[in-house]
């Protein structure tokens, strides 16, 4: 069974401090990706990545970085919480081949609290 | 690049009811089409998916048809429970290889009420 799994289900944190949240997916995928999800405004793609230590720009990059050091794992890195960046935030896997292959993979969400 | 315009919500439905989610895009060379959901509380998970022109893809009582001379994708279902209160996504449509960008907007929340 694939799985896509994220460090924590739940978290709080105070402003200015570093944040780091972790994706782990067990299914040799390259892509890997990384949304935030905010009551009407849907899901909005932050960051992405197409191979180790490969990362592009999503549509809301701001005060967001990524890694990516081993194919399997993507982190996403608030360097200075704000309070605006509390919200639901999303990782998912694809693998790169073919068009019917390339079903994306969530893990369960992780809701941040910035205070 | 590619992209879709989906039908905005809420949408609250009676059970039993059928329920039709529009979903038409722009795309170029011969891409396959997604439909996800996401339940309360949970990520998205993949619904059903269409790989060419004609297609139908189908899961839980879903279907849709992938039409090409409308560049459609409509999401229906015959007969709406309860437990299908959630909300659905459209994506973009996926070609063969490499990498795309994926962005998939605000979704349809559907609530069906006893």
């Known amino acids: 069974d694939v799985k896509v799994t994220q460090s924590s289900r739940y978290l709080v944190k105070r402003t200015g401090e570093k944040v780091f949240l972790e994706c782990v997916q067990d299914?040799?995928?390259?892509?890997m990706f990384w949304y935030r999800q905010d009551p009407g405004l849907g899901l909005r793609l932050i960051y992405f990545?197409?191979?180790?230590?490969?990362?592009e720009k999503g549509d809301i990059p701001e005060g967001y970085s990524v890694s990516r050091e081993k194919k399997e794992r993507f982190s996403l890195i608030l360097e200075s919480a704000s309070t605006n960046q509390t919200s639901m935030y999303l990782c998912?896997?694809?693998?790169?081949?073919?068009?019917?292959?390339?079903?994306?993979?969530f893990g369960p969400g992780t809701r941040l609290t910035v205070t | 690049g590619n992209s879709v315009t989906q039908m905005e919500g809420p949408v609250t439905l009676s059970e039993e009811a059928f329920l039709t989610i529009n979903c038409t895009y722009t795309?170029?060379?011969?891409?396959?089409l997604f439909w996800y959901v996401q339940y309360p509380g949970e990520g998205l998970q993949l619904l059903l998916k269409?790989?060419?022109?004609?297609d139908k893809g189908s899961n839980k009582g879903f279907e849709a048809t992938y039409r090409k001379e409308t560049t459609s994708f409509h999401l229906e279902k015959g007969s709406v429970q309860v437990s299908d209160s959630a909300v659905y996504f459209c994506?973009?449509?996926?070609?063969?290889?490499?990498?795309?960008?994926?962005?998939f907007g605000t979704g349809t929340k559907l609530q069906v009420i006893p």
């Open positions: 998912a896997s694809e693998t790169s081949g073919l068009s019917n292959d390339r079903e994306q993979y």
């Open positions: 299914m040799d995928h390259e892509n």
């Open positions: 990545s197409y191979d180790v230590k490969m990362k």
């Open positions: 795309a170029t060379g011969y891409p396959s």
């Open positions: 269409a790989t060419k022109a004609d």
């Open positions: 994506a973009p449509p996926i070609n063969s290889g490499g990498y795309q960008k994926v962005t």
